[in-house]
Every structure is written in structure tokens, then in C-alpha cells.
């Protein structure tokens, strides 16, 4: 079974620039999560999708966006780039059994996009 | 809210020396804990979880980690340490839809 992608893997942008990342998860799964990956502030999440809804969000300003598609693909979107939008994107998938929201869902990760705003 | 808490930023030892990741958990209700590894430039690969049922819970790559309530701790420990363990290590708690992550602990290997 194919792991979690991510596209594309490096991207640089300039400030003030619009970025868009996309993330297809395991095959089956559909819950999708992102994650922000600082050298300062570390692992800190982004935001959590599940059958195209929006259902967790991180401490994040409006700049940061996404969504999920029918198939479970999921892509953030980041508006207005700043140079501390700097870092590794992670995107994770678990299954999910409906109506589990309290129990255990491992999460898998992707390889991560990693952005550089100059 | 639900936290994890890693000490040490940085831990150096010897091949063949054993290897202590300590983490320290705070969480209200009974937690879901777990341990990834990050290589250099690569994403986070699920070492070990407990999800409330051994104590004791073995992993890959030969890592180990107790959940020890009374002392609300998930340390993860190896007897004897590769030079291919160099890497990032977190320890993370799950929250509502989402993992929370500690600082991470960067693992050195001496020769």
C-alpha cells in the first residue's frame, strides 16, 4: 500500500506570494492532518480535515487554508507569504472509524514539502 | 489541555552505550502516547504507541518505552545504540483530532 504523498517536496517562494501543497493520503484513509515544522517553535498542528470538513483547527492566522476534496486529497494553502512561514509542511492520515473521535488513531506521515520563503 | 514535555534537547552516547529519551505527559484523561523518529530531511515514522493496554511497550528498531502513570512519564530507552539511530526523536499525545508534540531530542552517536 502506497504511503502518504506530498507535492511538490521543496518549493521557494517570495514574501507576499501565495503558496498551495497538496497531500494524497494512505488509500482508505480519511482523515487528513497538517503540521508546521519549525526549528523554533517545532511540531505545532495546523489543521485536521475528515470527510471534507474542517474539524480541529490550530493557532494559526486566516493566511493559512485548506481544504479536502471527495477522495480524501487534501491541500493548504498558505496566502500573503512572510519569511517566518519558513519550515517543513507535514501532512498525516489515519483511518478513522466513524464516530471514534475520542479513540486511538495512528497517524501516518508524509515525506513533508519543505518551503523557504525569501 | 493535553501536553508532552521532552528533557533534553540533545543527548550524546556511545555505540553500543543505552540510550534514555525521557518524556514527562500531562493530560486529564487517560492518554494515547506515542514516540516518532524524523531522519534528516524526511518525515516522522511511528516508533512505538501505548494506547492503554501493556505498559511495556516494544517497538521498531529495538526501542522500548514505559508508561509509567504515577510518574506520568513515557521514556523511551534502547540497551544498545546503533550508529544508525542518530536522529530527531519526539514524543507526542493525542489530542482532540490532532497530535500534540513535545520539543523533540536530538540523539547523537559517538563511535
Known amino acids: 500500500k502506497a504511503g502518504v504523498t506530498q507535492t511538490p517536496r521543496y518549493l521557494i517562494k517570495t514574501r507576499g506570494q501565495q503558496v498551495t501543497l497538496s497531500c494524497s493520503p494512505i488509500?482508505?484513509?480519511?482523515?487528513v492532518s497538517w503540521y508546521q515544522q519549525t526549528p523554533g517553535q517545532g511540531l505545532q498542528f495546523l489543521f485536521e480535515y475528515f470527510s471534507e470538513t474542517q474539524r480541529n483547527k490550530g493557532n494559526f492566522p486566516g493566511r493559512f487554508s485548506g481544504r479536502q476534496f471527495s477522495n480524501s486529497r487534501s491541500e493548504m494553502n498558505v496566502s500573503t507569504l512572510e519569511l517566518g512561514d519558513s519550515a517543513l509542511y507535514l501532512c498525516?492520515?489515519?483511518?478513522?472509524?466513524?464516530?471514534?473521535?475520542?479513540?486511538?488513531?495512528?497517524?501516518?506521515f508524509g515525506p513533508g514539502t519543505r518551503l523557504t520563503v525569501l | 489541555a493535553q501536553s508532552v514535555t521532552q528533557l533534553g534537547s540533545h543527548v550524546s552516547v556511545s555505540e553500543g552505550a543505552l540510550v534514555l529519551l525521557r518524556c514527562n505527559y500531562s493530560s486529564s484523561v487517560p492518554p494515547y502516547l506515542f514516540w516518532y523518529v524524523q531522519y534528516p530531511n524526511q518525515g516522522l515514522q511511528l516508533l512505538l504507541k501505548?494506547?492503554?493496554?501493556?505498559?511495556l511497550v516494544k517497538g521498531i528498531n529495538g526501542f522500548e518505552a514505559e508508561f509509567k502513570k504515577s510518574e506520568t512519564s513515557f521514556h523511551l530507552t534502547k540497551p544498545s545504540a546503533h550508529m544508525s539511530d542518530a536522529a530527531e526523536y519526539f514524543c507526542a499525545i493525542q489530542g482532540a483530532q490532532k497530535l500534540v508534540f513535545g520539543q523533540g531530542t536530538r540523539l547523537t552517536i559517538n563511535p
Open positions: 488509500s482508505g484513509h480519511r482523515s
Open positions: 501505548y494506547t492503554s493496554a501493556a505498559t
Open positions: 498525516a492520515s489515519s483511518l478513522e472509524l466513524a464516530g471514534a473521535l475520542s479513540s486511538y488513531n495512528e497517524q501516518f
